[in-house]
């Protein structure tokens, strides 16, 4: 008798010690959930096995009834460990959680507090009887532990179920593993049926923890063969959670093996539907990604997407992943956030066309002040000169007391000064309308023209010539300055130009695509068609005997009315007598 006693203790000795072996190999891989889970369970194995031993090592009821109370420390826990690793393991994260966990430890609480006190009401066993042959306690079972005994099967269904619904999900590197595990997971559920129904050679004899040392050795099996839990080291592991660049892995099925925060973030997807899942019906919203891994076109994408109301811009590669012999296994996925590289290209190319257009402008302007130096060198010279000449005879005119010769070159020198200064005053608009941004807003454009034709009255009345506004006025978005120098350069050149005497008249139209044109006709004799080319151009004079000037007024009118976002034109047929249209064109207010 005291042989089996010896063998039964033994039995369960080895058990537990091949649970903490167990829980020893399985130290390293602790980071994994559902390891964690695992390694919990090997330690309630350990439990209840070493208090089966000790409950065999006893002859004595009372003492065998205490081992057999402690031993439920262990019983109780097992079957909420074993779902909740089968739970990681097939990925269901969203059911493990501190509230279910709870949960299921409530009826395992209970459990053990009835153990503990079953003498008062006999819920768990309602009988006990020591076999003083085999030394070994038998139960008459209450009904509190069938209930407890539904309660463990259902939760070991359950984690069982959660192993063969991976299968549809799991590539078959995957489904290797879960194999295995649905192996070592129903060896235990047998050895118990095995003893719960009486149906072993050594009746009252569980089985059940027995059955665990098969279960461990063939887990230590998936270890050694498959790398089970080591699918990704735990270095790699870290190394993806901290990366910014978003990583995903794709097998050679379409499945997505891995992917890290920083990619489930770019792309706004959860673990749960990504893992494991068809790369198309995970990223089904970005048709993109679905043809760059399927590899139609390209290995490398540039991609916008707009999260949050900000537009990010990220850049995309493939590689292979082949296995030792050069088969593919599968495709990487590597994606990198360019947004801050992107808006500095942006800036330094707005920045690079700003300086351009600037250096296109000033060059403009140096070309124009130029052109224009030359073309009126020869005027200041000689108005200058005649200046400096008519100061000598003023001056001997008054040694001499000539008062008359006095006042005649005073009006010659004064006549000079104020060609300089019309000189002047071109120069300086040329060069301001250049340079410089100004607020354009709706103007009254009566008010605005009125202001030009006072400016001038003198030349009106020495031409005297005839104006005359045709049309109401419509208002326009511009700058009041200097559209009133538009109207002022336009009204002297039809004055100018105009018939003897010069009848202008003057109007305005609203355009079909909301632009307003303001026009100005002159009876002059028009210009030839061989002519039109010249007529905008700086420092160009058509018929300097007609009239004076320097050449600037229509480019400058030309200049102001580009600024302002318009556009300049005429018409004229050349014919004597039939004159010319000049217009400009501005938004309408």
Not at 185 to 197: C, D, K, M, R
Not at 367 to 378: M, Q, S, V
């Amino acid at each position: 008798m005291f042989q089996i006693l010896t063998i039964n203790s033994i039995i369960q000795l080895i058990t537990a010690f091949a649970a903490i072996s167990t829980i020893i190999l399985l130290w390293k891989f602790r980071e994994a959930i559902a390891v964690r889970f695992l390694i919990y369970l090997e330690v309630f194995v350990s439990i209840w096995a070493i208090a089966y031993a000790l409950e065999f090592s006893t002859p004595h009821l009372h003492e065998k009834i205490f081992y057999s109370q402690l031993s439920y420390l262990g019983i109780a826990f097992i079957p909420v460990c074993y779902f909740f690793f089968t739970t990681t393991f097939s990925q269901k994260y969203h059911l493990v959680n501190k509230r279910n966990i709870f949960l299921t430890t409530v009826i395992p609480i209970v459990t053990l507090v009835l153990v503990f006190t079953n003498e008062s009401h006999k819920l768990v066993w309602e009988e006990l009887s020591l076999n003083s042959a085999t030394n070994i306690l038998h139960y008459v079972h209450g009904l509190w532990f069938w209930i407890f005994y539904i309660y463990t099967f259902s939760l070991i269904g359950a984690g069982i179920f959660n192993l063969i619904s991976s299968f549809s999900n799991f590539t078959s590197y995957y489904k290797k593993q879960i194999r295995i595990l649905l192996i070592g997971s129903l060896i235990p559920v047998f050895a118990n049926l095995i003893y719960v129904f009486d149906l072993n050679p050594i009746p009252g004899f569980d089985w059940t923890t027995v059955s665990f040392v098969l279960t461990g050795f063939i887990i230590v099996l998936g270890i050694s063969r498959y790398n089970m839990f080591e699918l990704v080291p735990l270095a790699q592991e870290k190394l993806l959670d901290t990366m910014n660049e978003g990583v995903l892995v794709v097998n050679a099925n379409g499945i997505i093996e891995a992917a890290n925060p920083a990619l489930l973030k770019i792309f706004n997807i959860d673990e749960q539907h990504s893992i494991h899942c068809n790369y198309q019906q995970t990223f089904k919203a970005y048709p993109e990604i679905v043809k760059l891994l399927e590899k139609k076109n390209t290995n490398r994408l540039n991609l916008e997407i707009l999260n949050a109301n900000q537009l990010n811009y990220f850049q995309i590669k493939l590689s292979s992943i082949t296995n030792q012999v050069g088969q593919l296994n599968g495709t990487l996925m590597v994606v990198n956030d360019v947004t801050s590289i992107r808006a500095t290209e942006v800036k330094l190319k707005q920045k690079n066309a700003q300086l351009i257009e600037e250096i296109r402008k000033n060059e403009k302007l140096i070309d124009d002040l130029d052109a224009y130096a030359h073309t009126l060198a020869h005027d200041l010279k000689n108005s200058l000169g005649v200046i400096y000449s008519s100061s000598d005879i003023i001056l001997e005119a008054i040694k001499d007391g000539d008062i008359s010769q006095v006042q005649e070159f005073s009006h010659v020198v004064k006549d000079s000064a104020m060609k300089t200064i019309d000189v002047t005053n071109e120069l300086l608009k040329m060069a301001t309308t250049g340079h410089g941004d100004v607020d354009i807003v709706a103007v009254e454009m009566d008010r605005v023209y009125n202001n030009a034709v006072n400016h001038l009255t003198k030349t009106v009345e020495s031409s005297k010539g005839n104006i005359r506004v045709t049309t109401k006025w419509i208002d326009a978005l511009a700058y009041a300055p200097w559209i009133e120098e538009v109207w002022i350069n336009l009204i002297t050149n039809a004055l100018k130009y105009g018939g003897n005497p010069p009848d202008v008249s003057i109007g305005c139209e609203l355009t079909q695509n909301s632009m307003v044109k303001y026009w100005i006709k002159d009876n002059g004799d028009g210009i030839a068609k061989e002519q039109h080319q010249k007529i905008f151009r700086k420092h160009t004079r058509l018929q300097p005997d007609k009239a004076g000037g320097y050449g600037l007024g229509l480019s400058i009118v030309k200049r102001i009315v580009e600024k302002l976002g318009g556009t300049v034109g005429f018409e004229s047929s050349g014919k004597k007598g039939a004159g010319t249209l000049f217009y400009f064109l501005l938004r309408s207010a």
